[in-house]
């Protein structure tokens, strides 16, 4: 599986993005698809996943309710919707497609990763 991040882009505090990541591959819908982000001088954080259903979602608590992932299985695409953006959000976001589930250690399930798009918000 390949991927592909896109709609990064800098804007102000309370404004949205979304971003999309394409998938090549006809196993993307096995997998549970994901978001991450880490900012300069941080270490990468969990965003967002996505079962390969889209029964369920998992959430950071710093995004709960302004974030919003998403999926279209037909199109191979996994979406970040992204409201009341703050400061510090700004990161370099990243998605993954995760071969399991682990809420302690969402990062140590990604199978694949895709690179990142600049995400910069401004107060």
């Known amino acids: 599986v390949q991927l592909q991040a896109s709609g990064g882009g800098t804007v102000q505090a309370g404004s949205s993005l979304r971003l999309s990541c394409a998938a090549s591959?006809?196993?993307?819908?096995?997998?549970?698809m994901g978001w991450f982000r880490q900012a300069p001088g941080k270490e990468r954080e969990f965003v967002a996943a996505v079962s390969w259903s889209s029964s369920f979602t998992y959430y950071a608590d710093s995004v709960k309710g302004r974030f919003t992932i998403s999926r279209d299985s037909a199109k191979n695409t996994v979406y970040l919707q992204m409201n009341n953006l703050k400061p510090e959000d700004t990161a370099v976001y990243c998605c993954?497609?995760?071969?399991?589930?682990?809420?302690?250690?969402?990062?140590?399930?990604?199978?694949?990763w895709g690179q990142g798009t600049q995400v910069t918000v401004s107060s």
């Open positions: 591959g006809r196993t993307f819908s096995t997998y549970r």
């Open positions: 993954a497609a995760l071969s399991g589930w682990s809420s302690t250690n969402p990062a140590g399930a990604v199978r694949y």
